[in-house]
């Protein structure tokens, strides 16, 4: 499986990202041959000036450097012997002239394991980053991350890429949000509601002794709603101080605590039978957390409901 993005320019590049799921190391030959021919047409419909990164399951074995692979392999891959599919990996980068940055940088072994078997045994560096050579100096550490709080066999792999990008200047007047998470609280939806109609009653009584003609009646009439609104919403709830996912409930923090704990055991414990239990229990987990956050999303508050 590939799959091809191209993101937002640089100042002089834009950066085309091609994620894939490449066939096992058991694979059939025909199936493997089928997989790197479409990486390659892939890679040749990319534009030359484009920053490539190639990302994703490889099945590669890669290990470290050998005679001849200079700027393509480093010297700090897992230990072993390199697979069919690594070899095959490694010529590809090589006729396109692309490192594979996972080999590059000096990290314990811990942080060189992408993949887990389920019994614990057998861990491997299957998983890689790879981007165009003369962009080797901009990758600052690629490195995995046995502690991340996913559903998968597989270690989260994050590549720390430093590029030239375009500045974007900050307006002065920004958006602000509204803090409307309040008004799940009903004493505050209470005084929202009497604060509210206090401010229409008020410009009930101006409207009566303002009579203009209807055109300008119904533009004004539409700022003095929208000025009401926004003041009675700054009085009472005030703005959002962060960005941080405010819709977030304090019960789904919690269950989302329990599952990145289950998910910590079940990377440390050698039993195969407690590690079955807790993967079950982990997918448990995670979907209470998904059904909570999907709660969460629909019982987040607006402003809609409160005009009756």
Same mark, same amino acid.
């Given at each position: ?15 085309? $990202? ?6 096992t ?17 892939? #890679?040749?419909?990319?534009? *030359?000036?484009?920053?490539? $990164?190639?990302?994703g ?20 891959g897992l ?8 070899? =095959? %990996?490694?010529?590809?980068?090589a ?14 072994d ?7 078997s ?26 995995? %991350? ?11 792999v994050?590549?720390?890429? *430093? #590029? @030239? !990008?375009? =500045? ?7 958006? /602000? ?5 309040? !008004? ?5 939806a &209470?005084?929202?509601?009497?604060e #509210?109609?206090? @401010? %229409?009653? +008020? ?35 005030? %703005?959002?101080? /962060?960005?941080?996912?405010s ?6 923090w919690?269950k $989302? ?6 998910? =910590?055991?079940?990377?440390s414990? @050698? ?5 079955e239990q807790? @993967?079950?229990a ?9 059904? &909570?956050?999907?709660?969460d *999303?629909n019982?987040?508050? +607006? !402003?809609?409901?409160? #005009?009756?």
């Amino acid at each position: 499986m590939i799959e091809l993005s191209r993101h937002g320019s640089t100042r002089v590049i834009r950066t085309s $990202i091609v994620q894939v799921y490449a066939p096992t190391n058991n694979a059939e030959e025909k199936a493997k041959d089928v997989f790197y021919e479409q990486v390659q047409k892939v #890679l040749d419909k990319i534009p *030359k000036h484009d920053i490539v $990164i190639l990302m994703g399951d490889w099945n590669a074995k890669v290990r470290d450097q050998q005679d001849g692979e200079e700027g393509v392999v480093g010297h700090h891959g897992l230990y072993g012997e390199r697979s069919e599919n690594g070899q =095959r %990996f490694v010529e590809l980068c090589a006729s396109n002239n692309m490192v594979i940055t996972t080999t590059l940088f000096p990290h314990k072994d811990i942080h060189k394991h992408t993949w887990v078997s389920p019994d614990v045994r057998t861990k491997n560096q299957i998983d890689h980053v790879v981007v165009c050579g003369k962009f080797r100096r901009s990758v600052l550490d690629t490195r995995a %991350f046995c502690g991340a709080d996913v559903n998968s066999d597989h270690h989260l792999v994050i590549a720390k890429i *430093k #590029l @030239r !990008l375009y =500045r974007v200047e900050k307006t002065k007047n920004g958006l /602000r949000r509204y803090n409307t998470a309040e !008004l799940k609280v009903p004493e505050v939806a &209470q005084s929202f509601k009497i604060e #509210l109609r206090n @401010r %229409f009653s +008020c410009l009930a009584d101006d409207e009566a002794n303002d009579r203009d003609d209807h055109a300008q009646d119904v533009e004004n009439n539409w700022k003095k709603t929208k000025q009401t609104y926004q003041k009675t919403a700054e009085k009472v709830l005030g %703005f959002q101080s /962060r960005s941080n996912k405010s819709w977030i409930s304090a019960e789904s923090w919690k269950k $989302i605590d329990d599952r990145r704990e289950l998910k =910590r055991k079940m990377d440390s414990t @050698r039993s195969e039978r407690i590690r079955e239990q807790l @993967r079950n229990a982990y997918s448990t987990k995670n979907k209470e957390v998904k059904k &909570q956050l999907k709660k969460d *999303k629909n019982d987040c508050g +607006c !402003l809609t409901p409160l #005009l009756a």
